[in-house]
């Protein structure tokens, strides 16, 4: 079994900033990839950010706002998100990419969710 637990989302006013947390547990050999999606009311779940460990990508829109981060001894990926707008209104999920034991398929497994507001 492996978990993602997610935390660190809450309401906050345009401008402002929140990080979020993403912690795996569980039968783990080795992570790969670990992202950030959002998805909006009405609208499709889309990559916000995501790091192979050599490289990260983020959506045009988060760019020089968004900073994706991982701590590899600890599971856990981050996501610093600063001058917050309204439109980054949304729940965020984390996804990681596991290998739970050695010559095993990767997995990728998701997190439950954490909802993310920006409204003055």
């Known amino acids: 079994q492996v978990q993602l637990v997610e935390s660190g989302g809450g309401l906050v006013q345009p401008g402002g900033s929140l990080r979020l947390s993403c912690v795996a547990s569980g039968s783990i050999f080795r992570i790969y990839d670990m992202g950030w999606y959002r998805q909006a009311p009405g609208k499709q779940r889309e990559l916000v950010a995501q790091t192979t460990g050599d490289s990260t990508d983020y959506l045009d829109s988060v760019k020089g706002r968004f900073t994706i981060s991982r701590d590899n001894a600890k599971n856990t990926v981050f996501l610093q998100m600063n001058s917050l707008q309204p439109e980054d209104t949304a729940i965020y999920y984390c996804?990681?990419?596991?290998?739970?034991?050695?010559?095993?398929?990767?997995?990728?497994?998701w997190g439950q969710g954490t909802q993310v507001t920006v409204s003055s």
């Open positions: 996804k990681v990419k596991i290998q739970r034991i050695v010559g095993s398929i990767l997995t990728n497994y």
